[in-house]
């Protein structure tokens, strides 16, 4: 029993990879904004990466 389960979250894992990687993989990533939206600087007024 434990390992169909185990074997579905697998199949899962896979298929999620698969997707991943035909929609672009690793160069969709934008490395130079790490986020969607930058974070609020907390006590400087200063934002980080390029402006």
Not at 3 to 27: A, D, I, R, S
Request: avoid cysteine; hydrophobic fraction near 50%; charged fraction near 20%.
């Amino acid at each position: 029993m434990a390992f169909k389960h185990l074997m579905e979250v697998v199949l899962v894992l896979v298929v999620l990879w698969f997707v991943w990687f035909f929609t672009g993989g690793p160069q969709r990533a934008d490395n130079d904004k790490p986020f969607i939206k930058p974070a609020a600087p907390i006590d400087t007024g200063e934002t980080y990466g390029p402006q």
